[in-house]
């Protein structure tokens, strides 16, 4: 099976990640992805690498990376979309519109894929030839030019666990997979088939990290800080008087400037880097998205538990499918009992210890990558080829 993935980057972290590493944006396609996956920012190459080893072919289209969508345009043969010309449209009147309506575009419009980055999406399919799309940005990529893509044979799969897009009607869809069962029963509810597959750790990131590592930080937050975790910046404003508390992540711009927040913040981690706050963390703090509602799913469960270190994270009343409650995480139930959990924890050291071997454990063994897609191409083969009309 032949399988396609898009996904998309924050803005900010490309940036940073151009900005570090001069002369990588005239380097070739190649040489731009392989530095992309050793970011080991957000899946990396977690499931191409992944479906891959279960026999398929799969690559990554990293849409909104304009210069590296410009330079597979430059390397194809697309004369009339050189890379000056691509880069020259992002940052044209359609380019900076996006960039500064996005907020209010996506409130009002839903899905907002630029023309110019669905022009060379579109291209790449038509050069892959997909026997599967796994769409991981539904919020960015619409039904509507999913459906312009649509071949007899050609399974569209979506996978989200996030704000749900605006004024898509998900027509695209043969399937959409969640780590959230919300949202699993939410799709099923309106017509759309859908199913649960969580989130990973992909053991590669062990090797990536330097053998020996101080933990020199007592509590860590790593995280989101935005509109969608009103919860998790009321918990955070709360623990900073009480506990040796750092926090890194996006977002912090957004807080007034009374938040105590800003007294603790580290800056932005992303990728390798973030890896290495965990690695360096006593324990890690997780306090799921609103939009989670009352069940556990998101990448930092696997994230923390993969590196090895002990997490605390908020009661959900599935965690105990995921990991033992007590043995292999710890668990608070409110902002006070975070507070005894954390001054507990870092008294304990062996007990602490035991947790995040036990969470080690737990993960490597049921929650890799290397599960998730062996589980993902066994739903698209169960799909019989494609069941919507094709356009």
């Not at 909104?64 to 009339?80: F, P, R, S, V, Y």
């Not at 623990?239 to 932005?268: C, D, F, M």
Request: hydrophobic fraction near 45%; charged fraction near 20%; charge should be neutral.
């Amino acid at each position: 099976m032949r399988i396609l993935i898009f996904n998309n980057d924050y803005p900010s972290f490309l940036r940073k990640f151009y900005a570090d590493m001069p002369g990588l944006a005239s380097a070739s396609h190649a040489e731009q992805i392989a530095a992309r996956n050793a970011s080991l920012f957000g899946v990396a190459d977690f499931y191409s690498r992944n479906f891959r080893a279960h026999g398929h072919e799969a690559a990554e289209v990293h849409v909104n990376n304009d210069i590296l969508q410009a330079t597979w345009m430059c390397e194809n043969g697309h004369a009339e979309a050189s890379r000056g010309a691509f880069v020259r449209q992002a940052k044209g009147l359609e380019g900076l519109a996006w960039a500064v309506l996005r907020p209010l575009i996506r409130r009002l419009r839903g899905n907002i894929l630029p023309a110019y980055q669905a022009r060379a999406l579109r291209f790449q399919i038509e050069a892959f030839r997909p026997d599967l799309i796994l769409n991981q940005e539904m919020s960015y990529i619409g039904s509507s030019f999913l459906n312009t893509v649509r071949k007899p044979g050609r399974r569209i799969i979506g996978q989200i666990a996030s704000a749900l897009p605006v004024n898509d009607d998900f027509s695209a869809y043969d399937l959409v997979i969640s780590s959230l069962p919300n949202l699993v029963q939410y799709f099923r509810g309106h017509g759309v088939t859908a199913a649960l597959n969580r989130l990973a750790f992909d053991p590669s990131v062990l090797a990536a990290m330097e053998s020996e590592t101080l933990r020199d930080i007592d509590v860590s937050f790593v995280g989101s800080l935005s509109p969608d975790h009103e919860g998790r910046i009321a918990l955070l404003e709360y623990l900073v008087a009480r506990v040796p508390l750092k926090v890194w992540g996006n977002g912090i711009e957004r807080l007034p400037a009374t938040s105590p927040l800003h007294g603790v913040y580290q800056g932005e981690a992303w990728g390798r880097d973030m890896y290495q706050v965990l690695r360096r963390s006593r324990l890690t703090l997780n306090h799921h998205i609103d939009l989670a509602e009352d069940w556990a799913n998101n990448m930092r469960l696997y994230e923390a538990t993969g590196i090895g270190t002990m997490l605390l994270t908020d009661a959900k009343r599935n965690l105990g499918e995921m990991f033992v409650p007590g043995r292999e995480v710890a668990v608070y139930s409110s902002p006070d009992d975070c507070v005894r959990k954390i001054l507990y924890y870092l008294s304990h050291d062996e007990e602490r210890a035991a947790i995040a071997a036990a969470g080690q454990m737990r993960t490597l063994h049921n929650h890799t990558y290397r599960i998730r897609t062996e589980e993902i191409a066994a739903l698209a083969g169960g799909l019989h080829g494609a069941t919507k009309g094709a356009a």
